[in-house]
Structure formats: C-alpha cells, structure tokens
C-alpha cells in the first residue's frame, strides 16, 4: 500500500523567502512522486515528477524537489517566493500504474 | 490541442436526482481516472477506466455511483439519487498507457456539484 503524508496544512512565508514544502510518502515498490498545484476553483497542474532518474528534479516557476530514499521524503522547495506562487499544494505517489494517492495539501500563503 | 475537457464546471441538484459528470481526456489517452476533493480536503481516487473496461474501482462508494468510458465519447460519472455529502469537486484525469512509463497524468477543471 501507498500513502502520503504533508507536514504543515498552511505555509505561510514573506515574498522572496524560502519556500519548504515537507512531504513523507510510505511505498512498498519504488514510488513515482509528484508535486501538483491548484490555483482556487482550478484544475491541477502538474510542478515536477520523480520518476527514478536523478533525485534532485527541477520543475515548473522555479521549483525544484529532493528524492531522499533513506528518509522516504520528496520535499517541495523554492529559494524565493512570489506572491503567484499563493496556492495550495499537493504531493501524490504512484507505483507507476497511473492512479495517484495523494496527500492532504498544503495551502502556501505569501506575504507582501 | 485541448486538455482534459469537464463538464459542466459547475452543477447543482436537489436530492434524489441524478448527476452526470463528464470527460473528454486528453487527445490519443486512453487512460482515464476520476477524483473526488471534499471541502477541505485532498483528492481522493476513485476509479480508473480504460476504453470499455474499468481497471481500479477500489475507491468509488458501494452504492449510486458508477463510471464508464465507452468505445466512442467521453467518460461519464454518475451520481445517482444525491445526497448533500456528496457535493464536492470531481476532477477526471487522463494518461497514455502508464505501463509504457508514461507516468503523467493530466487534470481538468473539474465539476463542481452542488446537492441542495
């Protein structure tokens, strides 16, 4: 079984901080790993992906996340917060069958 | 070259009426999945259909609800008999073959149902 875990339902930091994004994912087959973000009363949109290629993946807007399998952790970082990036999160994994299992989400709200 | 296609976007019922929900996954996709996001909430799997059969049914409620994705035309979701629990957003999602590695999906704007 798959399951994961976001640290933190609200996130709350200045423009031009740091954005830390914590996610634990439990998996019994090498997972697939995804960040999505949802703008309100929109879709998701698809950040980044770990799909057992480098750890370290650079997605979208200047986001990027760590694969650390020993920690069995996929954190969302981005060194410097806009204001656009007021969202919330989600952290999904996969066992490579196609359906996701999701976190809670992560609601990022920026400050001025 | 269109995304995943719902609709309506929004749509209201009383209880005891039907809800139909309706997908057009991505162009050459035949990989469709939908998700159901209660108020406050992630999202949560529901079921996940190729052309004409369903693979993964494991999150969808015993009862009134049920899911196709016909040969020809989009992937309906129906609601049958609503209750006010479930007003939520329903996103479809559409994938390639995922067993080709093909691991991403791609979400519409979802429904939103209202049950008054």
């Known amino acids: 079984a798959q399951s994961v875990t976001q640290l933190g339902s609200h996130v709350s930091v200045s423009e031009g901080a740091l954005v830390l994004l914590r996610c634990n994912y439990s998996s019994s087959v090498p997972p697939y790993l995804f960040w999505y973000v949802q703008y309100p009363n929109q879709g998701l949109q698809l950040l980044l992906k770990?799909?057992?290629?480098?750890?370290l993946v650079k997605g979208i807007n200047g986001f990027e996340a760590e694969f650390k399998k020993s920690e069995t952790s996929f954190h969302l970082t981005k060194p410097s917060a806009h204001m656009s990036d007021a969202a919330e999160y989600f952290c999904?994994?996969?066992?490579?069958?196609?359906?996701?299992?999701f976190g809670q989400g992560t609601e990022l709200s920026v400050k001025p | 070259n269109a995304g995943v296609m719902q609709n309506p976007r929004h749509l209201v019922r009383r209880r005891g009426q039907e809800a139909r929900l309706r997908c057009s996954p991505v162009?050459?996709?035949?990989?469709v999945y939908w998700y159901r996001q209660l108020p406050e909430e992630g999202l949560k799997f529901m079921v996940y259909?190729?052309?004409?059969?369903?693979?993964?049914e494991s999150g969808m409620p015993k009862e009134r609800f049920s899911a196709e994705f016909p040969k020809e035309g989009p992937s309906i979701l129906r609601i049958q008999q609503v209750v006010r629990g479930d007003s939520a957003a329903y996103f479809c999602?559409?994938?390639?073959?995922?067993?080709?590695?093909?691991?991403?999906?791609?979400f519409g704007q979802g429904t939103r149902l209202t049950v008054v």
């Open positions: 770990y799909t057992s290629a480098a750890t």
């Open positions: 999904a994994v996969s066992d490579g069958g196609g359906k996701l299992i």
């Open positions: 259909l190729q052309k004409e059969n369903i693979i993964d």
């Open positions: 999602a559409s994938s390639r073959n995922p067993g080709q590695g093909n691991t991403e999906a791609f």
């Open positions: 162009k050459g996709h035949s990989h």
